[in-house]
């Protein structure tokens, strides 16, 4: 059960994560090297909620 969990969220992730670097660069210009710069890890679980509590009831 876990394991298949965490594939779900594997996956889900790896969608969320390029839906978040689309909206990061045309809604505020980052550069995407700057966004890993940052730390994949440290980006997703800091930014992703917010980004998509944002965004995602608009799209």
Known sequence: MHSKRAETTKQLTLKGEQ????????????????????????????????IFSIHLPGI
């Open 19 to 50: 839906i978040f670097l689309d909206i990061m660069m045309q809604k505020y210009l980052v550069d995407v090297h700057t966004l890993l710069d940052i730390g994949e890890r440290t980006m997703m679980e800091k930014w992703f909620p917010i």
